[in-house]
Nanobody, 124 residues
Framework: QVQLVESGGGLVQAGGSLRLSCAAS????????MGWFRQAPGKEREFAAA????????YYADSVKGRFTISRDNAKNTVYLQMNSLKPEDTAVYYC?????????????????WGQGTQVTVSS
């Protein structure tokens, strides 16, 4: 079983930055593909970023490309999402997700394991 715990959310003004962290359980974290998704009130969960098991490849939604950076530290079983130049439309609950089979995807249905989410609120 894989457990994921997000942290680092909060309230920030537009133009500011936050770094989200997602700590994962499991001895084979280095084999997991990881993703970050977000869900705003009244909207469907949407893809933000993903990273391969090695960290050598990263993928981003167009809406965050150039502003967000996903990274991972396999020694710490942790994946990060650095968010810069935040906008009010980035306000959402942010979730990390894991696929133990190492498959990156922008589809939430491809990730069997999810954290409980962390709230990010960007004020204008």
């Amino acid at each position: 079983q894989v457990q994921l715990v997000e942290s680092g959310g909060g309230l920030v003004q537009a133009g500011g930055s936050l770094r989200l962290s997602c700590a994962a359980s499991g001895r084979t974290f280095s084999n997991y593909a990881m993703g970050w998704f977000r869900q705003a009130p009244g909207k469907e969960r949407e893809f933000a970023a993903a990273i391969t098991w090695s960290g050598s490849n990263t993928y981003y939604a167009d809406s965050v490309k150039g502003r967000f950076t996903i990274s991972r530290d396999n020694a710490k079983n942790t994946v990060y999402l650095q968010m810069n130049s935040l906008k009010p439309e980035d306000t959402a609950v942010y979730y990390c997700a894991a696929d133990t089979g190492g498959r990156t995807s922008s589809s939430p249905t491809m990730y069997p394991y999810w954290g409980q989410g962390t709230q990010v609120t960007v004020s204008s």
